[in-house]
């Protein structure tokens, strides 16, 4: 039996071990903090009036100081070597623990990139651009801290605001590039002449007047509809008075008022993350039955609609700057802005946003309070509408005589030969995580995306040489990147993607693989500005194709792509269609846009013949985009995939600088 000695030393020996575990497990978790610490980077151009400029660079450090978020390390990144960093910490709260770092000394990712950029340590994961860095924000601010759930709350309905790249999405391009970019241009050009007022405020001032759709607002609005029947009932008159022209005013307002009031209470309620209190009684029967286009819109309170989101956070150092030098030098414009004026100062009822901007170094306006009838505010919107695309209607009818008119142009359906139909990637040799099984799909879905990658890999080595740079364009999980930088580990492989998620399965795979030629940047393809000598993208949706060929063509890059959703391509702000001169001269926007429709069908349960004609659609929308690089000095074939079954959208665009 132990004696009570040995007990103790038995005790004293355990204390002891633990003791030295506990201290491991402090150091192991401390370097792995430290493996894991984020750098935030931020251009930093001049200073004006304690205002620091460019306004992403305002906006990254108003939502920093909004969240109370400590947990990046701030490196300001001067946009020249003269700009003066010496005042930035008389601007900048205390709390923000800086560092000024020359643009040569940033980390390479990063100098690919455009600013603002999160680097986590080792350097090859950036998030890049504005609203992905926003978002990463938030989402590291709730993750440190999850009682903060108001900061959650900025991602807004489904954690989708400004989630959707600029290309796409009408409202990230307004809040993410062009309002912040207006606003620069016209604080440069304001002195005492008035310059011409931004027409990305305009637009602002128009989409604050539209009705706001919100994921429950037909509930909302039959509140709102009986809360007006309830309004306009009134108390009852005397017998035998009639209301006068005061008192009809004053019900006007009061009505106004009162519905408004249901949209700010709904709103900040939200706020103060409490849920709007069900209502206890059944609607009466007339609200009920009330048909859908009889309920009132509702209005908006904040940029989105009812409530405070990114947007937001994004828009308030912009409008603040935009209404500083109104208020100024050209006041008597204010009315021109009853809805952004009001959206202003309602920010200001917001908890913590007076502080936040306090910290930033912004000194809220005092607005008059402005009077404007509807007449004014539309009269004020319709010098919005010509700046909007008008898309013409689509076009009805089959993409036949579209087709017979390309024929007498001269312009066929014509595929390039597969430069190796029977080609292969060993699949079983391979380490398990190089493929696409890895990606959680089906066999037979991961056999389609084999045969899919056994054609653009097998062009893709071809191509490449010792050294060369290879980007993944809209890389998603990382099929066509992890295999790249696994057969070619002379080479750089880059992988860029907007889906946070989609990137992180990719890193991983990467890191099972132990790849050590390979980054992983989440931005729109737009903020990578590196050079590079390939370009590939596998399913890239619309007009993403389009902007990867372009991006190829501005860097003299070579490009492989395998174009999809078809149907989706339309004019944007960067491109119309058709592209290419010659089919330009051929066919109309309604035209092109007939063949992207019926290229779209091309899935194995449609009749033989209609896939037969997506796929020749398929073929004329690709020769016009080969065409339109040819224009640019390329040699560009559009080839068929083998077998043509490892997928409905099955062509290659492959295009040679010359």
């Not at 995306?449 to 893709?460: D, R």
């Not at 890191?511 to 590939?536: C, H, K, P, R």
């Not at 492989?560 to 339309?570: D, K, L």
């Amino acid at each position: 039996m132990a004696t009570d000695g040995s007990l103790i030393r038995q005790r004293r020996l355990y204390t002891s071990i633990m003791a030295k575990v506990t201290q491991w497990k402090k150091k192991m978790k401390g370097i792995k903090k430290s493996l894991m610490e984020e750098y935030l980077y931020l251009d930093f151009s001049h200073q004006t009036e304690g205002y620091i400029f460019p306004l992403h660079t305002s906006v990254t450090l108003f939502l920093l100081s909004y969240c109370d978020c400590n947990i990046f390390k701030v490196c300001f990144v001067p946009t020249k070597e003269s700009t003066d960093s010496s005042l930035l910490r008389k601007v900048l709260s205390q709390d923000i623990e800086i560092q000024i770092i020359s643009r040569q000394d940033l980390p390479p990712i990063v100098q690919n990139c455009c600013l603002p950029a999160i680097v986590e340590q080792p350097d090859n994961f950036c998030r890049a651009g504005l609203a992905v860095v926003l978002r990463h924000i938030i989402q590291k601010s709730y993750e440190a801290d999850p009682s903060k759930k108001e900061v959650l709350e900025l991602l807004g309905f489904k954690k989708t605001c400004l989630k959707a790249c600029a290309e796409v999405s009408q409202w990230t391009r307004l809040c993410e590039l062009t309002i912040p970019l207006a606003i620069e241009n016209f604080l440069r050009e304001s002195s005492d002449q008035l310059p011409t007022i931004p027409v990305e405020i305009l637009e602002l001032e128009k989409k604050l007047s539209e009705p706001v759709r919100v994921h429950n607002d037909d509930k909302l609005r039959r509140q709102k509809l009986k809360q007006q029947k309830a309004s306009d009932a009134g108390p009852p008159h005397a017998k035998g008075k009639v209301k006068n022209e005061s008192h009809t005013q004053e019900t006007s307002e009061e009505r106004d008022s009162s519905s408004k009031s249901l949209e700010l209470k709904v709103a900040f309620s939200k706020l103060a993350v409490q849920e709007e209190p069900a209502p206890t009684n059944r609607e009466p029967s007339h609200i009920r039955k009330a048909k859908a286009s009889d309920l009132p819109p509702l209005e908006h309170v904040f940029a989105e609609g009812l409530y405070f989101t990114l947007a937001d956070i994004v828009l308030l150092p912009c409008v603040h700057h935009f209404l500083a030098v109104i208020c100024k030098k050209f006041s008597e414009k204010l009315v021109q802005f009853p809805l952004l004026a009001s959206w202003y100062q309602r920010i200001q009822e917001v908890p913590r946003v007076k502080t936040a901007a306090l910290n930033c170094g912004i000194q809220f306006l005092h607005l008059p309070e402005l009077l404007t009838t509807s007449t004014e505010h539309h009269a004020n919107l319709s010098e919005v509408q010509g700046t909007e695309e008008q898309n013409d209607p689509l076009f009805t009818g089959g993409p036949r005589p579209t087709m017979t008119k390309l024929m007498e142009k001269g312009i066929e359906v014509l595929f390039s030969p597969h430069p190796c139909p029977t080609w292969t990637l060993d699949w079983n040799i391979l380490p398990a995580a190089v493929s696409p099984k890895e990606g959680k799909m089906s066999s037979d879905r991961a056999l389609r995306k084999q045969q899919q990658l056994n054609n653009l890999v097998y062009v893709v080595i071809n191509q490449a040489k010792p050294g060369d740079r290879i980007v993944d364009f809209c890389s998603g999980g990382g099929h066509v990147g992890i295999v790249l930088a696994h057969m070619l580990p002379s080479c750089q492989v880059i992988l860029i993607e907007n889906k946070e998620l989609s990137l992180i399965r990719a890193k991983k795979r990467s890191d099972d693989l132990g790849l050590s030629n390979i980054w992983f940047i989440q931005a729109n393809m737009e903020y990578f500005t590196g050079m590079f000598n390939i370009g590939v993208a596998l399913h890239a949706c619309g007009v993403a194709t389009d902007m990867v060929i372009e991006h190829c063509v501005k860097t003299r890059a070579s490009f492989v792509t395998c174009p999809c959703c078809y149907g989706f391509i339309q004019n944007t702000s960067k491109f119309n269609f058709p592209k290419s001169e010659q089919f330009k001269n051929t066919l109309s926007y309604k035209e092109h846009m007939i063949l992207c429709r019926f290229a779209d069908q091309t899935a194995v349960q449609l009749p033989p013949q209609r896939r037969l004609i997506g796929k020749q659609c398929m073929c004329l929308v690709d020769m016009d985009r080969a065409r339109a690089a040819e224009e640019h000095g390329y040699s560009v074939q559009v080839i068929s995939m083998e077998p043509e079954s490892c997928s409905p959208k099955n062509n290659m665009i492959v295009g040679v600088p010359m």
